[in-house]
């Protein structure tokens, strides 16, 4: 039976912002809510459009995920499990910002 997957922030979770990391096609991170959606976002330099990538987390809370071919450029990525921040970017709790120089082959 397939895991149950959560996209509530509601569930009691840690204040901490989750961190990132990107490299090749490949984003990871901790601190996120277990078994929870997380958006990636993608954000192409020079570009007034974002891209939102859904993924879910492993039970331990760790995202692991490959970014799609074809991207290219300098990409700035941040990830979100949408738990609440008055402060933050569309009020939700981000992860750090990693940015990633994609050329083409």
Do not use: K
């Amino acid at each position: 039976m397939p895991a149950r997957v959560s996209t509530s922030p509601a569930a009691p979770y840690s204040s901490s912002a989750p961190r990132i990391n990107a490299r090749g096609n490949l984003v990871t991170g901790l601190g996120f809510l277990p078994e929870h959606c997380v958006a990636v976002r993608i954000t192409r330099a020079g570009d007034d459009i974002d891209d939102y990538l859904t993924y879910v987390t492993e039970d331990d809370g760790c995202l692991h995920c490959e970014l799609p071919d074809g991207l290219t450029g300098t990409l700035h990525i941040a990830a979100t499990d949408q738990r609440p921040d008055r402060d933050g970017a569309c009020g939700w709790l981000w992860s750090n910002t990693c940015t990633l120089v994609v050329t083409g082959t």
